[in-house]
């Protein structure tokens, strides 16, 4: 892979490829006098070279680079301050943010994306890089000393040759794939920076270029976007609060996004169409937002984002601005979730046992839960989210302590029910909308009690069983093989009924009888050798008088078993 930049005097930050940095300095000579030194920082994306020479297809098996000089006519000394190669998390979106242009490649906008710092451009012109107000170094200790971590943001600066840049309309940005969960918070937070490039009659003014954030399950068809009219600031500005203008702060409840989600959820999207509350007439509220405008596409959720895009869009194509190209860097810093929602829950169990003498017992237990409960090793983002209610009752009954004794009934009832209510504190559909705020949107009853049904997840459990039915034997009764004292008999009925968010209705049934025959037979010995006296005799043979047999089996048993299985489930049709 080949990488060029062109060496000329006067070199600008925003006219020169790849430049992001130019420091001068007074350095000192052998000679006692003072010169000035021009330090000047380019960022290369490896990503993008020139050309490509041989069969060379990926970065996996680069073995040394090189660097060499041509075009010079006179005799030049260059000193190279350091060569690093630079890893970064974000990734450059290559295709097409306009709805209206579906090529990029003939936009003729060159995009960089960059990386500034406190210490390796503190001192950078025209304006020099400075942590946002606020935002405090991280300091590490290490060998009894205290050492300043770096700070840092992200930059991305679209320019163009000729009268070229970013088009009206179009926009530029970068990506990185995550998995974050942000219904815990309340707010969404980000410093944004916008300058002008130097001497450059296409650079931005105030309010002409737009930086965005985009988040959701995919670039596409589900997410949200959030936009802010940035201000550009002044050449020669130091200060943090001039830096990073409150204008260009992104500071956005997360619950309008949630509104804004309510609002457009029987809008019918038109291919590429991002829903703008602020854009519709007949909506009083709009967004809720005067200075951010906040969009919407499909059905995004923020309880699980999958994707993130920050990039700037040229925002001249609406009026009363001019529609032109624009030109101009960005840089976006501390993009971050705040005021995270810390209240707690409760729970609580509840156990009861009872009998009545050797006739009943009774079991029940019961157990709840609300939203926001969790162990004392578990943080905030790992507590419940979801109401449970349980209770579980069993009862024994001897029932044939009811019948004359003199019967000798042996017949055990065993009962048991169970249930257990999963209520959500969001709308499994929706995931990022409260089931609340579904139930008071509904228009009518039976709507409400749809959306309640397909949110709570119910299971409820009934067993009925008779095990071990059999008459006892009476004391001094003789034992027949047709004797029903011989037969034990079982029955067992089992239900389990469920419904959630994906099954409308699910049943499962089991029955089984069970018939059981067991008869043991008097022993019947046979000992052959027992009357020979020569055997009593002998110590040897003696063990041969003791030998014996039984002719006739221990016992005779068999059983049968019949069950019967229904089961019957029904998905639910989600709209």
């Known amino acids: 892979y080949e990488y060029s930049i062109d060496v000329h005097p006067n070199i600008t930050i925003g006219v020169d490829r790849y430049v992001t940095d130019i420091r001068e300095t007074l350095v000192d000579l052998p000679n006692g006098d003072k010169t000035k030194a021009r330090w000047i920082q380019y960022k290369i994306p490896i990503t993008q070279p020139e050309n490509t020479i041989g069969n060379i297809t990926d970065f996996r098996t680069i073995r040394f680079m090189r660097m060499f000089m041509t075009g010079f006519a006179n005799q030049m000394t260059l000193r190279f301050g350091s060569l690093d190669l630079v890893r970064g998390e974000w990734r450059r979106y290559t295709n097409t943010l306009d709805p209206t242009d579906p090529l990029v490649a003939d936009d003729n906008t060159d995009f960089d994306v960059l990386a500034l710092n406190v210490q390796e451009n503190g001192n950078r012109s025209p304006i020099r890089y400075v942590a946002p107000p606020g935002v405090e170094r991280e300091e590490l200790y290490n060998n009894n000393t205290l050492i300043r971590q770096n700070e840092q943001s992200l930059g991305i600066r679209v320019s163009g040759t000729g009268g070229n840049g970013l088009e009206p309309g179009d926009s530029r940005s970068v990506f990185k794939n995550v998995s974050v969960d942000m219904r815990q918070f309340k707010r969404l937070k980000m410093f944004l920076h916008a300058e002008a490039l130097p001497d450059d009659e296409h650079s931005i003014e105030d309010n002409e270029m737009i930086g965005f954030i985009r988040f959701g399950n995919d670039f596409t068809e589900n997410f949200y976007q959030i936009e802010i009219p940035l201000k550009k600031t002044a050449f020669g500005s130091i200060s943090a609060e001039d830096i990073w203008p409150t204008d260009n702060q992104i500071d956005v409840s997360l619950a309008l996004l949630t509104q804004m989600k309510i609002k457009a959820m029987n ?8 829903y703008y509350p602020d854009d519709v007439t007949n909506l009083p509220s709009e967004d809720g937002d005067e200075k951010l405008k906040l969009g919407i596409r499909g059905n995004p959720n923020f309880g699980l984002v999958r994707t993130l895009m920050v990039g700037v869009k040229n925002g001249t194509n609406v009026a009363p601005l001019t529609s032109r190209d624009l030109r101009g860097e960005v840089w976006f810093n501390e993009l971050r979730i705040a005021e995270m929602d810390n209240k707690g829950g409760m729970a609580a169990i509840a156990n009861i046992d009872g009998n009545l003498a050797d006739f009943a017992t009774v079991s029940a237990t019961g157990r709840m ?4 409960f969790g162990g004392l090793e578990q ?12 209770y579980n009752i069993v009862t024994n009954l001897s029932l044939g302590k009811l019948l004359p004794k003199k019967w000798g009934i042996n017949l055990p009832f065993n009962y048991g029910v169970a249930e257990e209510f999963i209520t959500p504190k969001y709308d499994p559909f929706q995931q990022d909308i409260e089931l609340q705020q579904m139930l008071d949107i509904a228009q009518t009853d039976s709507e409400r009690r749809n959306i309640k049904n397909r949110a709570i997840d ?20 003789k034992q027949h093989f047709y004797d029903v004292e011989n037969v034990t008999l079982s029955y067992s009925y089992n239900q389990v009924e469920r419904h959630n968010f994906e099954i409308e209705n699910y049943i499962d049934q089991q ?10 037979f008097q022993p019947k010995t046979f000992e052959p050798f027992k009357k020979v006296k020569t055997f009593k005799k002998s110590d040897y043979w003696k063990l041969l008088s003791d030998f014996n047999f039984n002719y006739l089996p221990s016992n005779i048993s068999f059983s049968s078993n019949i069950t019967r299985r229904y089961n019957r489930q029904q998905f639910r049709l989600v709209d």
Request: glycine share 6%.
């Open 511 to 520: 029955i089984t009888t069970a018939a059981d025959y067991t008869y043991a």
């Open 458 to 477: 119910y299971t409820k459990r009934k067993s009925i069983n008779f095990i071990g039915i059999k008459k006892d034997r009476s004391e001094g009764q």
């Open 267 to 274: 809008h019918v999207y038109a291919p590429n169409e991002i």
């Open 369 to 372: 839960s609300t939203i926001g």
């Open 379 to 390: 943080n905030s983002l790992e507590r419940s989210r979801e109401d449970i209610k349980q």
